[in-house]
């Protein structure tokens, strides 16, 4: 890939020291970086495969993200934030800690392992598999994943906060289920969900899993996803370049490939080698920081 004439390097980490900055500055021989509580920001670099082979050694020696962004690439250019929600906006998978709870944690995790890896292209087979295996389970277990499990990533509601004061609408997507999806979109103001329907009768879960009614009930799987992100930004009037999707899976890879800038938040090798940014280290709201107008 052709180097831009001018980028900046974003360092970022939970807990980025003073030492951390002053070795990239160092070795990249920067000018005086822009400074926040866990980020620095070195500018005007070459960003040439010198630069970012130092950059890739010193981000794993000193556990952070080095990430190479264009400038400008103003947060106010975009539009959209679509989300994934499993391991991306929360930090578990809702589907697993249903089943551990109804005690087939082990068979359900071995196939969601499998299908967020890409080793099952089905992604919809994959899932009605792992709904079938909850089959008799009380409905109770649902409530008990929201209550005890269900964990926000670092950073979620500050990127949130940040994306209605850039007035950027919002979508949570997910190959989940909206009995999780309609909590957090609640929590959090999220403009808009889509997800799986978990279906219950009679206080327990049927094993037996159907896609929303907008999507005349598909599985929201791979190409779902997309779908969703493309009606998102045609009913609100802008296109997908205009969209940043963050997701971890191999089931995002489809929407973050059409999206104007695709985040891979602490995701499977294959879903960090194909966007075009990676954060390891950092919680969400390292993504506005990738911004040159957040600064």
Known sequence: MKACSRVDLVIQSEDLSSDAI???????DAPRPLRKTEAARLGALDGGPHDRKIAEALGRYWKCDATFVPVPMPA???????????????????I???????????????????????DIVEYSQSLQQRVALLAGSDASLVGRVLHERMRLSPGAEELLQTARAMQWKTLLV???????????????GIDEICANELEIRH?????????????QGKIVDAAGKARALETFCRSNGFTPDEAIAVGDGANDLAM?????????????????????????????????????DTW
């Open 22 to 28: 002053a070795a990239f500055r160092v070795a990249l």
């Open 76 to 94: 106010r250019g975009m539009r959209a934030l679509v989300m994934d929600m499993d391991s991306t906006l929360v930090t578990i998978e809702g």
């Open 96 to 118: 697993d800690e249903l089943a551990r709870l109804a005690g087939r944690g082990d068979e359900v995790a071995a196939i969601t392992a499998a299908a967020m890896r890409g």
């Open 174 to 188: 997910s190959g989940g289920f909206s009995v999780f999806a309609k909590p957090l979109q609640a929590q959090l």
């Open 203 to 215: 206080d327990r879960i049927t094993g037996v899993v159907t896609g929303p009614a907008t999507h």
């Open 256 to 292: 973050m490939a059409i999206a104007g800038i695709s985040v891979a938040y602490r995701a499977k090798p294959l879903v960090q080698a194909q966007a075009k940014f990676a954060l390891n280290f950092t919680g969400l709201d390292g993504i506005p920081r990738l911004f040159s």
